[in-house]
């Protein structure tokens, strides 16, 4: 059973460009959420997607957008880059019909904004 | 917005010895939970407390919830080298969102 992938790795973007993160979610989960993490720090909730629709967003510009896909995968948008947009992205994913408040994280996309 | 402040924002120790991390908030929890983050990976849940008061273990690990429910701390008993990692904690105070805390870095020498 193939837990939270995340892609790609590691990314190295410059500032302005548009960059696209991709998730899928653990087998049995319909929740995705995205979180960013810079160094040193703890992870910062971007925002949440449950049946196609963002349920939730936390303080984060416009310029952070997402989708998530019939097949409950998630993408994470992100245009205009600055360079503190520099950062780990992590995604998780949970299900409602399972034990709704536990979160399965990836490994992360790390994104070098230069 | 809450806010989760965690302590000691780093923790060097040796082999065998005991250690307490700490998270607090300014506003009650409705329900907390401790990550464990190795370097290259995602965190990892380790636990989640819902009521105050309560005491979790698991294995070395023992888990406490404050009487208030705005605090929480996590001890280990005789640390090991594979406990080394970042610990957080966070909630999500009934929403969606969660929030996470600073964070404790630990590093475990053997």
């Known amino acids: 059973d193939a837990g939270v992938t995340q892609s790609p790795t590691h990314l190295i973007k410059t500032r302005g460009q548009q960059v696209t993160l991709r998730c899928s979610p653990k087998?049995?989960?319909?929740?995705v959420s995205w979180y960013q993490q810079a160094l040193g720090q703890g992870p910062q909730f971007i925002f949440q997607?449950?049946?196609?629709?963002?349920?939730q967003r936390g303080n984060f510009p416009d310029r952070f957008s997402g989708h998530q896909f019939p097949n409950y995968s998630s993408e994470l948008n992100v245009n205009a880059l600055l360079l503190g947009d520099s950062a780990l992205y992590l995604c998780?994913?949970?299900?409602?019909?399972?034990?709704?408040?536990?979160?399965?994280f990836g490994a992360g996309t790390r994104l070098s904004v230069l | 917005t809450q806010l989760l402040e965690q302590s000691p924002q780093f923790l060097s120790i040796q082999e065998g010895e005991n250690l307490t991390v700490y998270c607090n908030s300014s506003?009650?929890?409705?329900?907390l939970q401790w990550y464990r983050q190795e370097p290259g990976e995602g965190p990892v849940l380790l636990v989640t407390?819902?009521?105050?008061?309560e005491v979790k273990k698991l294995k070395r690990l023992t888990f406490q919830f404050g009487d208030a429910r705005k605090d929480s701390s996590l001890h280990i008993t005789a640390a090991q080298p594979g406990d080394t990692g970042l610990y957080l904690c966070?909630?999500?105070?009934?929403?969606?969102?969660?929030?996470f805390g600073t964070g404790t870095r630990l590093k475990v020498l053997a």
């Open positions: 998780a994913s949970s299900g409602v019909a399972l034990a709704k408040n536990i979160q399965y």
């Open positions: 087998s049995g989960h319909d929740t």
């Open positions: 997607y449950y049946e196609e629709e963002e349920r």
């Open positions: 506003s009650v929890f409705s329900s």
């Open positions: 407390v819902v009521t105050g008061g």
């Open positions: 966070a909630s999500n105070s009934g929403t969606y969102k969660y929030i």
